[in-house]
């Protein structure tokens, strides 16, 4: 079957199941099902050519079906993109999103301005690794300490910072985790002072915000989702306590949150002791993290 007849029936398939993206989703996991780029898929559809075996076509239609029970692309394909990276997910850890590559970025433009060399960085809240390997392996002589509070999770970033240092070998030595509660003021004490930045996306989904996309609701692990209270911020908060411990004078707090909580997170950084705080923006123009300065 040619490629666009296969590309146009998955597409269907996909609509009936309420994906918004049908034909996308279906071109990637017939590029995952045949081992090729996205483009060499575009390549055939233009062409009008076959694109895998019977072996591989079969592939794709399990693929397929479950995308269609809307179990999200990035666990079906077993990788997710993040920056430079391209990181390892499945069942049990957080999928990276694009906004936090802005909460990154931020944090990358904050160390650049002032001249940091050899930063030490902690990423909070650590899930599939991805704000913390992005900066291990974009900023050279950068130390990074990770915290993640689940085991399986923690799984997940051991997987990805092997995969990372296959890369970047150079940063073997320079990026450590530890499983623990990154609200707990005994996690990472003996640090407290001496942290440049510290850059995380902690849980904040609101409890009385469910998520109405089944691939989030049913099945982003919950422990990173919602934010601990009705509004989300409880844990946020704890958060900003433990980051102004570990900052050194100076240092900065890039923390994401939710669209609707920078005005109360940043009136609460500044009660706590921190000396400027502020809400950024995403790409898209929404409130999307608060930048810190203790």
Avoid at 13 to 39: F, M, N, S, Y
Avoid at 116 to 135: N, Q, T
Avoid at 237 to 249: D, G
Wanted: glycine fraction near 8%.
């Amino acid at each position: 079957m040619a490629a666009a007849d296969v590309i146009r029936d998955a597409a269907v398939q996909l609509r009936e199941a309420g994906i918004e993206t049908p034909e996308h989703d279906a071109k990637l996991l017939l590029a995952e099902a045949a081992g090729v780029e996205l483009r060499d898929v575009d390549k055939a559809l233009l062409m009008g050519e076959e694109l895998g075996t019977a072996e591989r076509f079969a592939r794709f239609q399990s693929m397929l079906a479950r995308r269609a029970k809307r179990e999200p692309l990035q666990y079906i394909t077993g990788h997710a993109p993040f920056r430079y990276l391209d990181l390892k997910v499945g069942p049990g850890v957080f999928i990276p999103r694009p906004e936090t590559e802005t909460v990154v970025q931020a944090g990358l433009d904050w160390l650049t301005r002032n001249g940091m060399i050899h930063p030490r960085v902690v990423d909070l809240c650590a899930g599939s690794g991805a704000i913390g390997l992005s900066v291990v392996s974009e900023v050279p002589g950068s130390q990074v300490w990770a915290v993640e509070l689940s085991p399986n999770t923690a799984e997940w970033t051991r997987r990805n910072l092997a995969v990372t240092a296959k890369r970047y070998p150079s940063i073997a030595s320079n990026y450590q985790l530890e499983v623990a509660d990154a609200t707990s003021l005994a996690t990472l004490a003996q640090l407290d002072g001496t942290i440049d930045i510290v850059i995380t996306n902690p849980p904040y989904v609101p409890q009385t915000d469910i998520p109405e996309q089944p691939e989030v609701r049913d099945w982003d692990p919950e422990l990173a989702l919602y934010g601990g209270s009705a509004d989300g911020t409880l844990i946020p908060e704890r958060i900003i306590e433990r980051a102004y411990r570990l900052l050194k004078p100076g240092g900065v707090l890039v923390m994401e949150h939710d669209l609707t909580q920078g005005e109360r997170l940043v009136a609460y950084a500044k009660a706590i002791g921190f000396t400027a705080a502020h809400t950024g923006k995403d790409w898209t123009g929404r409130d999307r993290y608060l930048f810190a300065v203790s």
